[in-house]
């Protein structure tokens, strides 16, 4: 939840780095590059082996930032310059959906009822909270094309990430997956070119975005999401669009519509019955205490008990 509400910052700062001169692309790969140093120089003092690390399948963790986390990235970040942006948000927020289908798909992992209800919860929150904005706008068939596909990567990119990242510690799967990302916007970058915010104000907003929203949330990440899985991870994840909203309202003096106060709500409603039904699922998986009395051993001749 940390995590998510750190990126749920984003949206107010990347307007605010757009405004200085950034490309959505530029502003990513500064933002994986700038993360990388303390994500390095962690891993470092922790003396973690960075090559023990890459024989054991970590090539794999950048293998996925490059391709599906950077896919899921560019996507998002590229519909919202053309489409409107409540239209884009919503449709990334498909993804909890999409993510639990693939956790049975892959996984064979079954359905249960009370997460099919926490979704519903948490996208008809989504919806209420979006579609005040949707009224009028033209459907911009460019900027749906790059939306369409981002929650789609971004639920592969759960469910495959949460398998490898069990496998390494939270600060090696942190850096191997920015180490992915940062190569494909480095590639980018010098296809189309890496611009620089034109003000110091810029660079200080930049390097926390690196610090914060980058190294500290990909380690909160690389550290929760095996732990939880995909569907869960997915669920919790919402609070980022609450943030969003919450931002909007006391930075940007956005107004506070009932549509979206009762929106907000469904989605921490969700969140929270998603906690409860595993909470009441672990208590029933728990063994039940014996009534009997523990069983007693009799000291053996060497224990010095005889």
């Not at 990513?28 to 003396?47: E, G, I, K, S, T």
């Not at 054991?56 to 519909?79: D, K, P, R, Y």
């Not at 909890?96 to 359905?111: G, H, N, S, W, Y």
């Not at 940062?182 to 590639?187: D, L, P, S, Y």
Request: with cysteine; net charge positive.
């Amino acid at each position: 939840m940390t995590g998510s509400v750190t990126v749920g910052f984003m949206p107010i700062m990347a307007r605010r780095l757009y405004e200085d001169g950034l490309s959505p692309s530029s502003m990513l790969l500064w933002r994986y590059a700038l993360a990388l140093l303390p994500l390095l120089a962690a891993a470092a003092l922790l003396r973690l082996d960075f090559r023990h690390a890459w024989r054991n399948g970590a090539w794999l963790i950048a293998l996925v930032g490059a391709t599906l986390g950077a896919a899921q990235t560019l996507c998002f970040w590229q519909s919202i310059e053309t489409l409107e942006t409540s239209i884009a948000v919503l449709l990334f927020y498909t993804y909890p959906a999409l993510t639990l289908l693939l956790d049975r798909v892959i996984f064979k992992r079954a359905i249960r009822l009370p997460a099919v209800l926490c979704i519903a919860t948490i996208l008809f929150g989504a919806a209420l909270i979006t579609g005040p904005g949707m009224s009028g706008q033209r459907l911009d068939l460019r900027g749906l094309l790059w939306a369409a596909p981002s929650p789609v990567f971004y639920a592969a990119y759960l469910a495959v990430t949460t398998q490898l990242l069990r496998r390494h510690p939270p600060l090696i799967g942190a850096a191997f997956l920015y180490i992915g990302m940062g190569a494909t916007f480095a590639v980018t970058g010098l296809w189309l070119g890496v611009g620089t915010p034109g003000t110091s104000a810029g660079w200080l907003l930049l390097l926390f975005v690196g610090l914060v929203p980058g190294a500290l949330t990909i380690t909160l990440f690389s550290y929760s999401a095996p732990r939880l899985g995909p569907s869960s991870y997915a669920i919790i994840a919402n609070m980022e669009l609450v943030t969003v909203v919450a931002v909007g309202v006391l930075v940007l003096h956005e107004t506070m519509s009932p549509a979206r106060a009762v929106g907000g709500a469904l989605i921490v409603a969700g969140i929270v019955m998603h906690g409860l039904s595993r909470r009441s699922a672990a208590t029933r998986a728990a063994p039940l205490p014996s009534s009997r009395p523990p069983a007693t051993r009799a000291p053996s001749p060497a224990s010095g008990g005889g």
